[in-house]
């Protein structure tokens, strides 16, 4: 009886090429709800750069304590699954020039944090990208409604209540919604986001040409989120 090699044996499992794998997108978030809400609105509801290339979320921190969600913590924590992450890239044959390429990133504010720049600083080093709000998440969603060219002086409340004072944002929970909570505008609710993306890229990327110095600390006001939902999710629009 002939051998069977295997090429037609229905039990045999089918190599997966190389250009075929999703790309691994390793998530760390400041946030505990807002920020994964949003990552998997975009997730669900994101128009991909190209049909057909598949992303993988893995979110890493959704459990940490508030302790370990700041941004040096969450950059120390991200790093080692940068190498292995990567060491598990290469056995697929993968390289760092294929767009698949396996990524890691922290989302996270200035808030009333000092140690930004050594976060900046360690995540560069070890090949950890960055998705940086300043004051906070809060002004990204704030551009889906408006151009905001002032500063916020570094509060995230400020941020926060002009975002809710948004025409129509409190309806997004309900038609009859008049006002809500910052517990409850934490949730990332569909129509704040529909539609919104194309001019919210534009007012941040306008806010961020004004920033140019070293000390991310000063950035007042500044969000590069798009980076990450383009250059991270492979998205370019919502």
């Known amino acids: 009886m002939a051998r069977d090699k295997g090429r037609d044996n229905p039990g045999r499992t089918k190599r997966q090429r190389p250009e075929e794998r999703p790309r ?6 400041e946030g505990e709800v807002t920020e994964p809400e949003f990552v998997q609105y ?16 893995i979110f890493k921190n959704l459990t940490a304590p508030s302790k370990r969600r700041k941004p040096l913590p969450l950059v120390e924590e991200a790093i080692p699954y940068v190498a292995s992450a990567e060491r ?4 697929a044959k ?18 009333q944090h000092e140690d930004i ?12 990208k960055i998705a940086y709000s300043h004051p906070c998440f809060e002004l990204w969603r704030l551009l889906h409604y408006q151009n905001y060219t002032s500063t916020f002086g570094g509060v995230c409340d400020s941020a926060a ?13 309900g038609p009859t919604i008049q006002s809500v909570s910052p517990e409850t505008a934490k949730h990332v609710m569909p129509k ?14 306008q806010l961020n040409a004004k920033h140019r110095g070293p000390d991310q600390n000063k950035w007042d006001t500044y969000t590069d989120v ?5 250059d991270g999710l492979d998205i370019v629009g919502y």
């Open 24 to 29: 691994e997108v390793y998530v760390l978030t």
């Open 42 to 57: 975009v997730r669900d509801h994101g128009i991909p750069a190209q049909q057909g290339r598949k992303i993988e979320i």
């Open 88 to 91: 598990t890239a290469r056995k």
């Open 94 to 111: 993968l390289t760092e020039d294929d767009w698949n390429w396996p990524q890691v990133w922290c989302l996270f504010d200035r808030d």
């Open 117 to 128: 720049p050594t976060a900046f600083a360690r995540a560069k080093r070890a090949g950890v």
């Open 161 to 173: 209540a002009r975002l809710k004072a948004q025409p129509g944002f409190a309806q997004t929970y």
């Open 192 to 205: 704040q986001l529909q539609g919104r993306y194309d001019n919210a890229r534009k007012f941040a990327q």
């Open 226 to 230: 798009w980076s990450f939902i383009e």
